[in-house]
Nanobody, 125 residues
C-alpha cells in the first residue's frame, strides 16, 4: 500500500506563495501519474495539477494555469506544488494522489488509486 504524506500548507495573504510537498513511501513502483486535488468547504474535490512520473509531462486546471507549478523528484519519490499569486478562492484542503492502475493524464479523482490525508491552505484577503 502506497502511503502519501502532504506538507507545506498554512495561511498566507492574497498574492503570496506556498509550496506543498507530497512524499510517497511503501511499494512506490509504477506510480504512473501523480496529481494534486483540492476541496473547499461544501464543494467537490477538484483537480488542480498532474505530472507523469516518467516523462514529467504536466497538466493543470484552467483556474491555476500560470500561477501553480507541479514538479517531481524521482529519487525522493516526492512531488511538489509551487503556488504563486494565491487568491482567496484557492483556500481549500489540498490532497495529493497517485495513479497506478492507469497511465493517463486524468483530471478525474476516480482514476487515482491512492490519496494522502490532505493539508490545509488558507488565503486571507
Amino acid at each position: 500500500q502506497v502511503q502519501l504524506v502532504e506538507s507545506g500548507g498554512g495561511t498566507v495573504q492574497a498574492g503570496g506563495s506556498l509550496r506543498l510537498s507530497c512524499a510517497a513511501s511503501g511499494p512506490t513502483f509504477n506510480m504512473n501519474v501523480r496529481g494534486w486535488f483540492r476541496q473547499a468547504p461544501g464543494k467537490e474535490r477538484d483537480f488542480v495539477a498532474g505530472i507523469t512520473w516518467n516523462g514529467g509531462s504536466t497538466f493543470y486546471a484552467d483556474s491555476v494555469k500560470g500561477r501553480f507549478t507541479i514538479s517531481r523528484d524521482n529519487a525522493k519519490n516526492t512531488v511538489y506544488l509551487q503556488m504563486n499569486s494565491l487568491k482567496a478562492e484557492d483556500t481549500a484542503v489540498y490532497y495529493c494522489a497517485v495513479q497506478r492502475s492507469l497511465s493517463i493524464r486524468s483530471i478525474y479523482r476516480a482514476e487515482y488509486d491512492y490519496w494522502g490525508q490532505g493539508t490545509q491552505v488558507t488565503v486571507s484577503s
